[in-house]
């Protein structure tokens, strides 16, 4: 894995770990999970897929799913497995390894920290990791930058330029998109695009 990227963005989460955590643990974000877990039967099996503080992962938990927690921070895995209460596994997202394992993968504000070349191998182990008809939710910043900012790596999309992208993984398709705001309070003017894709 090349450090460009990588080395500044785990030092970041690993100095601002608990400041990071509990800006996000609080934040509603129970439409955007109702949206994806819809999409699921009762007792799925989910990936949280950098799961950031535990938010998540203690939610689909909360409601009956059963949850795999992944994040490449060992500084926030500790935070996560103790607001979860499940272990959480430290692993790059680029080491996933797991085969036809969950019914829905949870990549929420994540998987933006690859640039564009290691990201199509990374949802190529995603789709790997899916059962039949799987499905993933993930989310980028909307736009077209792409590099370090504030200390982290991150990769923009916007609907055109993620469709143009999605064209060479074939076993993804796209069924639900749409562009939010900043779910935290005082960067509401930030932009997201989610897209819900399945496993074709």
């Not at 439409?31 to 009762?42: G, K």
């Not at 992944?70 to 959480?88: K, Q």
Request: charged content about 25%.
């Amino acid at each position: 894995m090349s450090s460009d990227y990588a080395t500044p963005t785990l030092a970041y989460y690993a100095e601002h770990a608990e400041d990071f955590a509990s800006s996000t643990v609080d934040v509603d974000f129970h439409a955007t999970q109702d949206r994806f877990t819809s999409l699921l039967s009762p007792r799925s099996s989910i990936l949280d897929f950098g799961c950031g503080s535990g938010r998540d992962a203690k939610r689909f938990l909360d409601e009956g799913f059963l949850v795999t927690a992944i994040d490449g921070s060992p500084e926030l895995c500790a935070i996560a497995s103790e607001l979860a209460g499940i272990p959480v596994r430290n692993e790059l997202f680029q080491e996933l390894e797991d085969v036809d394992a969950y019914d829905g993968i949870w990549a929420c504000s994540s998987i933006l920290h690859l640039p564009k070349d290691e990201l199509a191998d990374v949802f190529a182990r995603m789709v790997r990791a899916l059962r039949p008809h799987g499905i993933v939710y993930t989310s980028f910043k909307h736009g077209t930058f792409m590099g370090t900012r504030n200390g982290r790596y991150f990769t923009g999309f916007t609907e055109p330029t993620f469709r143009s992208f999605l064209d060479g993984i074939p076993q993804l398709a796209i069924k639900d998109l749409w562009i939010s705001g900043d779910v935290r309070p005082g960067r509401e003017d930030e932009q997201w695009l989610n897209l819900i894709l399945r496993k074709t």
